[in-house]
């Protein structure tokens, strides 16, 4: 099974951390972008014509942010246009304040399933410092018209100012009005964005007291019911994303519109970040595409290991012989012992112990060497 990813660019205001391409001055282009989109979708349907998908990601910006008849359209051409699965999972990344009953009730008619909302945390202040249009009282409300759906929420741990606490209600906050799922994520202050003044003067937590935020809140999130699944990805009853399940599993996923990426057959590729220019590549019967990249054997090995150990399962040894040819316990020998205090490690599995997750960057860089 493959996925779909849609990006949608348009959003109300720019967040003072966020280094995505999102336009908030230019929705009124929403129409003709969607109109490229949905032509997009129909140029590559040929060559992914034996492709079956079983999910679609919509995602930004805020796609909420447009009318939700271009949502609706955008669903009708991914399933017009490819084979997906009648079980399919279709997820919108939706903002507290740009959801509407109405919008909702279209989104589930068209076959949307999956929603997810980015609280980021519970706390106005915080809320106001990260340049968020929301305020908690308008999150209430959203989840109160998605009472019974399958929702997601993200929240963003390491912010100026955050307390233990301020963690504590945004997961119970949550929880509390009817969230299957947390992203919970560490805030990383990106060069070119105003967040990134707050870092350079220190302003910010330092990577001790994230790593004290992620264990607590994580501990929390075990209290409150979520089951960790991968190093930022909790979940109630089951209720895994299976489009991030097919990125750590290093499937195939095919990108639509500015700057969405792709994997398919071992070639990744990126649309342009420039709108102007999507628009240009695709009326002129153009793939926008500005950076190709064929991975090599070691490459798909890498990739491999690096996604599996994100993940609370680990790594499958037997899978990863049957799919290389290779011997991963003998290959790896070296980096095994390096990590044994942070491993389990049986003949069938290998996966990094809980309490070392949050440092799985620092563990996985001895499977590169």
Not at 14 to 26: E, M
Not at 27 to 40: D, H, K, N, P, Q
Not at 308 to 327: C, E, M
Request: a negative charge; glycine letters at 6%.
């Amino acid at each position: 099974m493959a996925g779909i990813y849609v990006h949608i660019p348009f959003c109300k205001s720019k967040c003072r951390y966020c280094d995505f391409t999102s336009f908030p001055d230019k929705l009124g282009f929403a129409e003709s972008y969607m109109t490229c989109v949905y032509r997009e979708m129909l140029m590559r349907s040929a060559e992914l014509k034996d492709y079956v998908f079983d999910t679609l990601y919509i995602g930004g910006g805020t796609p909420s942010v447009i009318d939700e008849s271009y949502i609706a359209m955008l669903v009708a051409a991914a399933k017009k246009y490819f084979r997906m699965t009648s079980d399919a999972e279709i997820t919108i990344e939706m903002n507290p304040g740009s959801v509407s009953a109405q919008k909702l009730e279209l989104y589930k008619k068209c076959g949307i399933n999956r929603f997810s909302v980015g609280l980021q945390s519970a706390i106005d202040s915080l809320l106001r410092d990260l340049g968020r249009s929301h305020t908690l009282n308008q999150f209430v409300a959203s989840a109160k018209l998605l009472k019974g759906e399958n929702f997601n929420v993200d929240v963003m741990i390491g912010l100026k100012g955050q307390t233990l606490d301020d963690i504590s209600k945004t997961i119970e906050v949550a929880s509390a009005f009817g969230a299957s799922h947390i992203s919970m994520y560490a805030l990383t202050p990106e060069d070119g964005t105003p967040i990134y003044t707050d870092y350079l003067n220190g302003e910010l937590p330092d990577g001790d007291e994230v790593a004290e935020m992620y264990a607590f809140g994580v501990k929390k999130l075990k209290e409150t019911g979520f089951e960790r699944y991968e190093v930022s990805n909790f979940c109630k009853n089951g209720k895994k994303s299976r489009h991030n399940m097919n990125y750590w599993r290093r499937g195939e996923y095919i990108g639509f519109g500015v700057s969405a990426s792709s994997c398919i057959k071992n070639v990744r590729f990126t649309n342009t970040f420039n709108l102007d220019e999507y628009f240009k590549c695709i009326l002129g019967n153009c793939f926008p595409v500005v950076d190709r990249e064929e991975i090599d054997l070691q490459g798909q090995k890498e990739e491999t290991v690096m996604l599996a150990l994100r993940t609370s399962d680990g790594l499958n040894v037997s899978d990863f012989n049957s799919k290389f040819s290779a011997d991963f316990l003998k290959d790896y020998a070296a980096a095994l012992q390096k990590n044994a205090n942070y491993l389990d490690v049986s003949e069938s599995n290998v996966r990094i112990k809980d309490e070392y997750l949050f440092v799985q960057n620092t563990i996985i860089c001895d499977f590169f060497e």
